[in-house]
């Protein structure tokens, strides 16, 4: 399968993204994603399927090394040290030790962007996740998000399809985003 490089992760450039996705329907999609060559899963805490996400994971003749995870954790949850404790749990119904990816899935008003990266920056040093980045972030956070990071090996994206189609997102908007993914260093 083709992976994007962005700074030390070897990304598959198609994954199966498990948002709508529950139970035994969770499990044997995820399945099915592997067993027809995707090597890239996504899931989130929000999403509430995480258990179900991992047991497939970790029944699949797949050995662990070969499948990207990437999970999210809610943008409440990053703000003051909560960070690891979200990333623990997330881990704990994951079933594994670590994930490829962990993203804050979307800004918050809450939480400081500085305090947000800063927390995924830990998360990192401390072997809960390979890479961090952020996940539906407008690409007028992006620059901020990369600056506040202290790693080249972080991934920062935003999402753009469902806001495409409801108009959200600026044209050019993926291709900064692509940019971003590429020059960071």
């Not at 070897?10 to 044997?28: E, F, N, S």
């Not at 979307?106 to 939480?111: F, N």
């Not at 990071?149 to 495409?164: M, P």
Request: proline residues 4%; contains cysteine.
């Amino acid at each position: 399968m083709a992976t994007i490089a962005a700074n030390g992760a070897a990304i598959p450039v198609i994954g199966l993204g498990t948002g709508r996705l529950r139970g035994d329907v969770a499990v044997r999609a995820v399945h099915a994603a592997l067993d027809s060559g995707y090597r890239h899963i996504d899931t989130a805490a929000k999403y509430g399927n995480e258990a179900e996400v991992g047991a497939a994971i970790r029944s699949h003749a797949l050995p662990r090394d070969d499948i990207f995870v990437t999970t999210k954790v809610m943008p409440a949850a990053t703000g003051d040290g909560r960070v690891e404790f979200a990333v623990e749990a997330s881990l704990e119904r994951l079933g594994l030790a670590r994930v490829d990816l962990l993203l804050i899935h979307w800004p918050s008003r809450e939480a400081r962007l500085a305090e947000q990266v800063a927390a995924l920056c830990r998360a990192r040093r401390d072997g809960l996740t390979r890479h961090i980045g952020v996940s539906n972030f407008p690409p007028r956070f992006l620059d901020a998000a990369v600056s506040g990071a202290d790693a080249h090996q972080s991934v920062f994206d935003a999402a753009v399809g469902l806001g495409l189609a409801r108009g959200t997102v600026p044209p050019g908007a993926f291709a900064l985003v692509l940019s971003r993914l590429l020059t960071l260093h």
